[in-house]
């Protein structure tokens, strides 16, 4: 069965003490792994896809990176902004499942000034 | 426009009441896919539509779920004889082609079942 699993559940900041996020996940045929912010009362914001282990991508104080089980999220000196429930998601293609995507539970991050 | 419009953006129905939420997706874009994010936040993959074709359909209750795509229509999500463990969120979302670039989100329709 596929599995999503993202730790820590919650995370708690001083403004600028840099740190990383995980998901690890079991799945058969990976075809991409996504993260989302999502702040209270809205829907999921697209931040990042990878495709294949030891892709990297960066926007501002977020990088994402890939294993062949595991993806982090990096967040250097963040800011209370950065402050959301982070999601990652994984994509499975198998025939009629196309584009289905199996989420983990989401990280609560709060960076406080 | 660019965005997922979802509406309403609350509803309340008693138990065993019919619920109806709309999802207008992104122009142009031809996948559209709902999920049902309940506590915690656990989503649950519902349907998922390419054009006005059911796609995907393994993740909804049929018995008493539903749903469409209708050419020039918003999407529709039915749920008949609501109960109470159909209160959450409801987030419908797009995607140009095949998801390869991630889907954007509407900001989701809360459906509470008293």
């Known amino acids: 069965e596929d599995q999503v699993t993202q730790s820590p559940e919650a995370l708690r900041l001083q403004e600028g003490e840099s740190s990383s996020l995980n998901c690890s996940y079991t799945?058969?045929?990976?075809?991409?792994l996504f993260w989302y912010r999502q702040d209270p009362g809205k829907g999921p914001e697209f931040l990042f896809t990878?495709?294949?282990a030891g892709e990297e991508k960066e926007k501002e104080r977020l990088k994402a990176t890939l294993t062949k089980k595991e993806s982090f999220l990096h967040i250097t000196a963040p800011k209370p902004e950065d402050s959301a429930t982070y999601l990652c998601?994984?994509?499975?293609?198998?025939?009629?499942?196309?584009?289905?995507?199996?989420f983990g539970r989401g990280t609560q991050l709060t960076v406080w000034p | 426009g660019e965005e997922v419009a979802q509406t309403p953006k609350h509803l309340v129905r008693g138990e065993g009441q019919k619920a109806k939420l709309y999802c207008a997706p992104i122009?142009?874009?031809?996948?559209v896919f709902w999920y049902q994010q309940v506590l915690k936040n656990e989503f649950k993959f519902l349907i998922s539509?390419?054009?006005?074709?059911?796609?995907?359909e393994t993740g909804m209750p049929k018995e008493r779920f539903s749903a469409k795509c209708l050419p020039n229509s918003p999407c529709s999500l039915e749920i008949q004889a609501t109960k109470l463990e159909d209160s959450a969120v409801y987030f419908c979302?797009?995607?140009?082609?095949?998801?390869?670039?991630?889907?954007?989100f509407g900001s989701g329709t809360r459906l509470t079942v008293v």
């Open positions: 799945v058969s045929g990976l075809r991409g």
């Open positions: 539509f390419q054009n006005e074709n059911v796609f995907d």
């Open positions: 998601a994984v994509r499975a293609d198998r025939g009629s499942t196309l584009g289905r995507l199996y």
């Open positions: 979302a797009s995607s140009q082609t095949t998801p390869n670039y991630g889907y954007t």
């Open positions: 122009k142009g874009h031809s996948y």
């Open positions: 990878l495709y294949s």
